[in-house]
């Protein structure tokens, strides 16, 4: 098969790798809105770079896979739907409820897929959690927390684009949330700071974030966010029960250090960033998505369970501007059809 990579960044080189590698795979075209980018990408892989967007619906594929900017994510699916072309694109679909919907109702008008890149669901600790609820080893869960701290905050100029830190980057830990627990989150309660550095209250966004959730079983979640956690790249999920309480993310690169006299030693080399900490499941979805194509599995995250984890980021959104709890059920969710 020939898949076509539109955009060649850091999350677009990593998935080319993969899929350049993977013995399904015939070839690959790549494009990115630089050229010189996919052009060099393209001659380390042995692979075909395209002039632009356009070439690699003209010039044929099998599938497409979209690491682009955000802002271009929505009308690149609408295309490959209304082109009859499966498609893998990294988180969000949009960063508006509008351009999301739209985009599933051209994907559901078409009948073709759209895989979506949560990497956790393919994370090893994710999945062992998942299996610990799921095969009720916890007995009843009665609780959730949940975070995730960046060591170092991002550029500047990417800040007014990345929807904000409940959009950006909490959206990871509430899908991972229902993935986990097979639960829906009714209402939610959000709060952020703006006192780290002054690029986020330029930005109108915050630095740090907190929110309480209510799932449809009565568990409750909390779920925080950094972006500057000095100590490393933090991500964790610890879920607790009536019969026991298991952690996603506790090794021995965690970075935290514990004042206990007998407690563990701090971390060696703790992490870093998302690239490193989720290498192995960011190959995995990929890989994935050959055998989603190949007919071998059903699809493992749809743009409808991206569209969920977007309508829990918006009423967090929502609770924190407003200041006040907000039900899910106040947050668009209705795929309308498709114009075309």
Not at 50 to 60: H, L, T
Not at 91 to 101: M, N, Q, R, Y
Not at 181 to 189: H, L, M
Request: aromatic content about 6%; overall charge negative; hydrophobic content about 40%.
């Amino acid at each position: 098969m020939r898949i076509g990579v539109i955009g060649t960044g850091r999350i677009g080189t990593i998935h080319a790798n993969t899929l350049s590698r993977h013995r399904e795979v015939g070839s690959l075209i790549l494009t990115d809105a630089d050229p010189a980018r996919a052009q060099a990408l393209a001659q380390r892989l042995g692979e075909t770079a395209a002039p632009g967007v356009d070439e690699i619906f003209r010039w044929g594929v099998d599938a497409v896979v979209i690491t682009t900017a955000t802002a271009a994510h929505a009308e690149l699916i609408g295309r490959a739907a209304r082109s009859g072309l499966p498609v893998f694109c990294e988180k969000p679909i949009a960063l508006d409820l509008p351009g999301t919907l739209q985009a599933l109702a051209e994907v559901d008008a078409a009948g073709t897929i759209l895989q979506m890149g949560f990497q956790r669901r393919f994370d090893a600790g994710y999945v062992g959690a998942r299996d610990a609820v799921r095969s009720g080893r916890l007995g009843r869960l009665h609780t959730v927390r949940a975070t995730t701290a960046d060591q170092s905050p991002p550029p500047p100029e990417w800040l007014p684009l990345s929807g904000g830190l409940f959009r950006d980057t909490l959206i990871h830990d509430f899908d991972a949330l229902r993935w986990v627990t097979g639960r829906e989150v009714v209402d939610v309660y959000a709060t952020g700071s703006d006192a780290g550095p002054a690029m986020f209250r330029a930005a109108g966004d915050v630095d740090t974030a907190a929110a309480v959730l209510t799932l449809d079983d009565g568990t409750l979640a909390a779920a925080t966010a950094a972006r500057l956690n000095g100590a490393g790249y933090d991500v964790r999920m610890e879920l607790a029960g009536e019969r026991d309480t298991v952690v996603v993310g506790l090794d021995d690169r965690t970075p935290v250090a514990s004042t206990e006299p007998t407690g563990p030693p701090p971390a060696d080399k703790p992490w870093t960033g998302f690239l490193e900490r989720f290498g192995p499941a960011y190959e995995a979805e990929l890989c994935a998505f050959v055998e989603v194509l190949r007919g071998a599995r059903p699809n493992p995250c749809d743009g409808h369970e991206a569209l969920q984890a977007l309508r829990i980021a918006e009423a967090c959104e929502v609770s924190r501007r407003e200041r006040r709890p907000v039900r899910l059920a106040e947050i668009e969710g209705r795929v309308r059809p498709s114009d075309g």
